[in-house]
């Protein structure tokens, strides 16, 4: 009789400093009661993220395996193990939902080979939720991750994207490392036309929540400081 396969279980985790349960469904805390294995970015994050929304689970029954951009490819597949032998794994981000924009999708591409069902929680999408507060176009739109840091290259990407936009009525994503913020709307501001749209979308769901899209000629007279604070760009044409 063949062994019943454990699930993987993507499980969303807040985004910043709040109360996990004032952004995440009930359904996160019920499904970190009952796993006790777990594929994360960073072990001492988890922990503390466990710790906040089911404070009873017993720390040292927990077992974690990290994956990250220096994990090798040959590593990942034996951290399904614990799938195969029947128990359910969690897959858990530093940061909001995991497999978006995050090492753990490499971890959900092994499990559909291998034939272990995939469940994904409900929980906050810096992506989404920054989309759908922008007012631009989300019936189209791309995630382009980070820019080139170079300021020549990065000044024809964003032409480039730009016009992506402009041909296809398509907004276009993207992130930058957070002590580099306030230069990378500096870079929007000079290189797009002055209709461009821009949506600066910093801090979601925290208290210091910051979201506005306005021309770049607007964001001319705006200062806002977003140095540090973990934010998405949104520019449509």
């Not at 720390?59 to 590593?75: A, D, G, S, Y």
């Not at 990065?154 to 296809?168: G, T």
Request: overall charge positive.
């Amino acid at each position: 009789m063949n062994l019943k396969k454990g699930d993987l279980y993507l499980i969303p985790c807040p985004m910043g400093e709040v109360p996990p349960l004032a952004v995440l469904p009930i359904s996160v805390k019920k499904a970190i009661e009952k796993i006790d294995h777990y594929i994360v970015e960073h072990e001492k994050n988890t922990r503390r993220f466990i710790k906040s929304i089911v404070p009873e689970k017993k720390q040292p029954n927990l077992h974690f395996q990290e994956i990250n951009k220096f994990t090798r490819e040959e590593e990942i597949p034996s951290m399904l193990n614990p799938c195969l032998e029947g128990f359910d794994v969690g897959v858990i981000s530093d940061a909001g939902c995991p497999g978006i924009a995050d090492p753990g999708a490499r971890a959900v591409e092994n499990a559909h080979d291998l034939g272990i069902r995939v469940i994904p929680l409900v929980g906050p999408s810096s992506i989404l939720l920054a989309m759908m507060a922008s007012g631009l176009n989300g019936q189209n739109f791309a995630f382009n991750g980070y820019l080139p840091i170079d300021k020549r290259e990065r000044k024809v990407e964003l032409k480039r994207l730009e016009k992506i936009s402009k041909s296809h009525n398509q907004a276009q994503l993207f992130i930058e490392t957070p002590y580099r913020n306030n230069q990378m709307l500096a870079s929007l501001i000079q290189n797009l036309t002055p209709g461009t749209k821009i949506c600066v979308a910093a801090d979601i769901t925290l208290p210091t929540e910051y979201i506005k899209t306005t021309t770049a000629a607007q964001w001319k007279k705006i200062k806002v400081d977003l140095h540090k604070r973990p934010t998405l760009f949104i520019i449509q044409g």
